[in-house]
């Protein structure tokens, strides 16, 4: 496989085609500790050249840095100007020595301690070249050959430093990936994890449902059969002969009424000139007409001799052909009356014996079945709205592994683009 050969440091020929192998993702964790070492290997041998060069530099500085504090001034120079010298020369000297016991050793040289230490010692540098630029001007104007030397070792360090910066960035795309690999590899797991507890929510809902929607088809059947026997006969019957005396009832009353409704707009105009005083009616006959226009079938017979007795009061403010009209009307009300009320009671008892017959007989089985239909069906319905839910949360899962699938070939092939990731089923 091309990535052990890479690892052992082997090289294919020219005419060797390109093989791609196959990584089982379990087999994931010990092919990226084997990368991460040669990577390792790697920036290890190209920075192990540049630590050598950067010991050298601290030397080099170091000496030079103590050349010019112990440097004799040689020159005719004011005697101002030496003094000032002197002192920023105790500064930069000072800055110098700060920024090389800053610098350390570098023990552990993974690439997050190279990467942190190149970076904190160019910012150790820099800082050291502001704290010293200002007495630097000063102390090259009567030390120039030494403060020369130190400003060279000081531009070596940079440089080394730089190059430094430049073979961590060399690896960090490699780096990068690895970070990735794992990260990658937990979310995978956590996703695969999701998916199949997920699956097996769905078998167990839908496993659920069936059963409630077989059920349903028992509760069914039984209704069915409930349906043909003698009960279920019964009280369809009932129900009819219920709905019967329901229409007569209401044939009965109907019949009361139309008694009524000829005259009733006589007997609302005697109801407003009562109320308005240019009319006065005894209390009992006024309770009376009250029944007699809301509601008929309530009315006492012996109400009509008194209605035609106000009829015939010359002080009712009627004209006398209404009058008339309505006493005639009245009379027919009052002969029909008696025998149309006796009809409406026997419907009303009629009526109220049926209920009564109905409410007696046995319906508690067919509310059984009918109550568990209903609980069934409502249980069902919510148990597919889950269903339906956690299929939208599977997909959303499956497209999330999908993703994370790709980001993680992405980031093998950083390190080894022959290499195919075997990935979970």
């Not at 002192?87 to 993974?110: A, H, W």
């Not at 104007?141 to 430049?166: A, C, R």
């Not at 592994?401 to 089923?425: G, H, R, W, Y």
Request: hydrophobic share 35%; proline share 2%; net charge neutral.
């Amino acid at each position: 496989m091309k990535w052990i050969k890479k690892l052992l440091g082997k090289q294919e020929s020219s005419g060797e085609k390109t093989a791609f192998s196959e990584v089982g993702f379990e087999e994931l964790p010990a092919w990226l500790e084997e990368s991460s070492q040669k990577i390792s290997s790697d920036i290890e041998r190209d920075v192990s050249g540049l630590f050598k060069e950067l010991e050298a530099a601290i030397s080099e500085l170091k000496e030079n840095n103590a050349r010019l504090q112990e440097a004799k001034v040689e020159g005719n120079f004011d005697v101002r100007a030496v003094k000032r010298a002197k002192s920023n020369r105790e500064n930069v000297t000072k800055q110098v020595g700060v920024f090389l016991d800053k610098f350390g050793v570098l023990e552990n040289r993974d690439f997050r301690a190279l990467k942190e230490y190149q970076e904190t010692a160019v910012q150790n540098l820099n800082t050291c070249l502001e704290h010293m630029s200002q007495s630097f001007r000063y102390t090259k104007t009567v030390f120039p050959q030494e403060s020369k030397d130190l400003t060279e070792s000081l531009g070596e360090m940079g440089q080394i430093l730089n190059k430094l910066k430049g073979t961590i960035q060399g690896h960090k795309r490699e780096m990068d990936a690895i970070g990735a690999i794992s990260a990658g590899m937990k979310e995978i797991q956590r996703l695969s994890a999701s998916i199949k507890t997920e699956n097996l929510e769905l078998e167990a809902k839908t496993r659920k449902i069936q059963a409630l929607k077989n059920e349903i088809a028992e509760t069914d059947k039984a209704l069915e059969e409930f349906k043909k026997g003698e009960a279920w006969q019964n009280l369809q019957r009932l129900q009819e002969e219920l709905d019967t005396a329901r229409d007569r009832l209401k044939k009965a009353e109907t019949g009361l009424n139309s008694l009524i409704l000829p005259f009733s707009g006589n007997l609302s105009k005697i109801k407003k000139l009562h109320e308005s005083g240019r009319y006065t009616l005894k209390p009992d006959v006024k309770q009376q007409l009250d029944i007699c226009l809301k509601a008929p079938t309530n009315l006492d017979p012996s109400f009509f001799p008194e209605l035609q007795k106000v009829f015939e009061d010359p002080a009712l403010d009627i004209q006398t052909q209404k009058k008339e009209k309505a006493l005639s009307q009245v009379k027919a009300a009052m002969s029909g009356f008696e025998e149309k009320k006796k009809e409406y009671i026997a419907a009303q008892k009629a009526l109220e014996a049926k209920k009564a017959e109905l409410a007696g007989s046995d319906t508690r089985k067919l509310a059984e079945l009918e109550h568990k239909e209903t609980e069934l069906l409502a249980r069902t319905r919510l148990l597919e709205e889950e269903l339906e839910s956690s299929e939208k949360k599977l997909t959303v899962f499956k497209e999330e592994l999908k993703n994370k699938e790709a980001e993680l070939q992405a980031s093998v092939a950083v390190i080894d683009s022959s290499v195919k990731i075997q990935l979970l089923p």
